[in-house]
């Protein structure tokens, strides 16, 4: 009997020992992989079958390194962008700086005089305005996307702050001319919004139209949903070409042959990111040279 209790024991000691050299045999192994992960090897994954005692470790293990090389993936890709968003800014503020100063220059050393003279004055006051929106443009944007800014949501009614936001747009049609059809039912909409945010949305939406869209006419719709309220904002101007839709809300995105020299490239991607704070969605549906169509949907107050 004592025999047997022994043998039993040695066979149980024998099979936790071949246990665990594998399960040491495994470590050393995950601990190579992750060694080769760490020294730029992003293809080693790290293998177990599904009844091995170590499988969700390695599982986790594998997931947490996916994880990691996604977001340093997206990290340079960023900071290309940002290269770039600041080279294009850069251009963008010289170009119309130094034309700036060149006219003060002309001005202030009496080249030009009388009626011309005048004529530089107001071309340096519309260049400064430029600076001043590529500045504005710059800082609203960095703002939104280190998250400095705070919104506060508040229960608001929708349609009469649409009205009261479109009302001073009224005047900038009839200037230009530009058609409009604006749709706002008479009941009330509650959305739970920053008002702030909304406000520099539709303007921003609209300005977009005003300066780049090639426009003469613009419609401007707001209505119930399902559970949303849904704001449109359409033009029959230029349009966008299919391929160039999915970038459309990417920061720096111009369409040279769709779009005027004007602009930071900043106005569309600040929109999304302003709808996104609102806890909303907008979309873009365009046919070159017959209309944009802008949807915003927001959540309606439950």
């Given at each position: ?18 246990k665990l ?7 050393n192994e ?139 747009w009224l ?132």
């Amino acid at each position: 009997m004592l025999l047997l209790i022994i043998g039993t024991l040695c066979t149980i000691v024998v099979l936790m020992l071949a246990k665990l050299c594998r399960i040491t045999s495994k470590l050393n192994e995950v601990y190579e992989i992750l060694t080769d992960i760490a020294a730029g090897d992003k293809d080693r994954k790290i293998l177990a079958a599904p009844n091995d005692i170590t499988s969700s470790i390695c599982y986790k293990v594998n997931e947490i390194v996916y994880d990691l090389h996604a977001q340093i993936i997206e990290f340079k890709r960023a900071e290309e962008l940002n290269k770039q968003l600041m080279t294009s800014l850069s251009h963008d503020v010289r170009t119309p700086l130094t034309t700036l100063i060149g006219y003060l220059d002309a001005v202030n050393k009496g080249i030009v005089v009388g009626d011309e003279r005048e004529e530089f004055i107001e071309i340096a006051r519309l260049k400064s305005h430029d600076l001043k929106e590529h500045v504005n443009k710059l800082f609203e944007w960095s703002k939104l996307r280190s998250d400095e800014e705070t919104f506060v949501l508040h229960n608001v009614e929708l349609t009469e702050l649409t009205r009261t936001i479109l009302q001073d747009w009224l005047p900038v049609f009839e200037s230009i001319p530009m058609k409009y059809d604006i749709t706002i039912p008479e009941q009330q909409i509650m959305v739970q919004i920053d008002k702030d945010a909304y406000f520099r949305i539709i303007n921003n939406l609209i300005q977009n139209v005003v300066d780049h869209s090639g426009a003469n006419c613009i419609s401007i719709h707001v209505a119930e949903q399902g559970t949303n309220v849904v704001i449109i904002v359409e033009d029959n101007g230029k349009g966008v070409l299919k391929q160039d839709l999915p970038f459309i809300f990417s920061r720096l995105y111009k369409i040279d042959q769709n779009r005027s020299h004007k602009g930071s490239g900043l106005g569309l991607s600040i929109v999304q990111q302003l709808v996104k704070k609102l806890q909303g969605t907008i979309n873009v549906q365009s046919e070159p040279n017959q209309n944009t169509e802008f949807k915003i949907c927001l959540p309606l107050v439950k």
